[in-house]
């Protein structure tokens, strides 16, 4: 194993995968802890897709912690802590403590924090994350239900999370080149700051960076960064590039969307897929808390619903409604009651039937998979940057499209279902 990565929640994990994948690496997810002596295949890279983002810090250090064990026991080379591009985290974690305790578990002395994404509009300048044009903390992500994010300076954000110190490596030293950003590495960890945020703002910067990272350990970061760390294998000669697949093959049966994300794209994309005639509906968590809406009677809707087309379950408010629920049931028990709710129809419809999910919500993504007893994925092709189709490898055999919520044009709902092809298609 070249690369083993761990993920604090399961769509960042799939758009890791899809990353590595892309680069030639053979990719498998693995969903939740594995066993020490779980045997990973001929896999080049393999990584771990826990739900470890929104969770207590100690119980997220000690997941994560046992998530690399078990990576390392199996022969990785580098290990990659993998977290979202906007940087979804409190001042209490969890991207700092964990950051930590995997530094001290790998014997690490300096790492890096690169969450950039340039192809999904999130780069990092003079420290600062913007979301497209927009600093992160004027950005919808400052309404994250979660992880609020109201400062938009990593240095500082990441300062409060951790007893390290930690620097920066800006745009203008990126831009000189690998040996630059090597040497500025180096500098850093004199002057004892062991962790430093890197500036980016191309793909080009990403390259550079992961250059820089060859020999380094432990890198923490978004997605983005793997495309660097999978560069210096392939440069190497460890592995081969392999052309993306265009289409998958997917196992006969329905489809359906579970749509629990409150973002702007996903509320963008439900409308979208409204206005295309896609039958629809809404969780009421009113309804749900009294027992007049139950996962058995949403499975029943949707199993009398036309067979030969996707159908949409969502649970997406709009920020007002999102904050009157949270004030009435709590942040959290709110969003726990979406994904046991969105989870139990999940399981239903696949005793009924249903092979074709395309999940949007990290949250969401991670109850359901779990309710579905699926545990290892192959990543298939990309539908937009960060969001593959995956077919899992054993369990149930069903198609799975994990999709953070902040992610996907506004046809993703409509246009994801071209890229899948029946067991007895032609390609």
């Known amino acids: 194993m070249l690369i083993g990565a761990v993920a604090d929640d399961i769509t960042g994990a799939t758009d890791l995968c ?72 409190t001042d209490e974690g969890n991207i700092g403590p964990v950051a930590e305790s995997l530094m001290a578990l790998t014997g690490t002395d300096f790492t890096i924090a690169c969450p ?20 992160l903390s004027d950005s919808p992500l400052k309404d994250h239900p979660l992880n609020p994010m109201t400062d938009a300076n990593l240095v500082r954000v990441l300062g409060r999370q951790t007893s390290l110190k930690v620097g920066l490596v800006d745009i203008g030293t990126v831009a000189q080149g690998t040996q ?40 923490t970061g978004g997605s983005g960064i793997a495309l660097g760390l999978a560069e210096n294998f392939v440069r190497a000669g460890r592995v081969s590039s392999r052309p993306a697949d265009a289409r998958m093959r997917a196992p006969s049966g329905r489809a359906v969307i579970l749509a629990g994300s409150c973002s702007v794209a996903t509320r963008g994309q439900i409308a979208a897929a409204r206005a295309a005639g896609m039958a629809t509906i809404e969780l009421d968590i009113e309804a749900i808390t009294e027992g007049t809406q139950t996962a058995a009677g949403i499975a029943d809707w949707a199993l009398s619903q036309d067979a030969d087309a996707p ?25 726990a009651l979406v994904e046991t709710t969105l989870a139990d129809v999940a399981r ?9 999910f395309l999940i949007a919500g990290g949250e969401t993504s991670g109850a359901v998979v779990a309710a579905l007893d699926v545990v290892m994925l192959d990543i298939g092709p990309e539908i937009d940057p960060g969001v593959p189709w995956t077919r899992s490898i054993d369990g149930p055999d069903l198609a799975l499209a994990l999709k953070s919520g902040n992610f996907g044009t506004e046809d993703f709902f409509l246009k994801a279902w071209t890229l899948l092809q029946g067991e007895t298609d032609h390609v």
């Open 348 to 356: 239903r419809l696949r005793d009924k039937g249903f092979t074709r």
């Open 18 to 89: 899809l990353m590595l994948s892309r680069a030639g690496l053979r990719t498998v997810q693995r969903i939740g802890v594995p066993l020490p002596d779980t045997d990973f295949g001929d896999a080049d890279a393999v990584v771990v897709a826990l739900k470890s983002r929104s969770i207590p810090a100690p119980d997220a250090v000690a997941m994560s912690c046992n998530a690399a064990k078990a990576l390392l026991a199996a022969g990785a080379e580098q290990l990659l802590f993998k977290y979202c591009s906007t940087f979804d985290s």
């Open 180 to 219: 630059a950003v090597r040497d500025a590495f180096a500098a850093e960890k004199a002057a004892g700051r062991p962790i430093a945020v890197v500036d980016t703002l191309r793909d080009d910067d990403l390259r550079t960076i992961g250059a820089a990272c060859a020999d380094m350990r432990l890198v």
């Open 116 to 135: 950039s994404f340039p192809a999904a509009r999130r780069t990092v300048y003079k420290g600062h994350l913007f979301v497209g044009d927009q600093l």
């Open 311 to 335: 159908i949409l379950i969502s649970s997406s408010a709009d920020p007002e409604t999102l904050a009157d629920i949270q004030n009435a049931l709590g942040r959290h028990q709110s969003g």
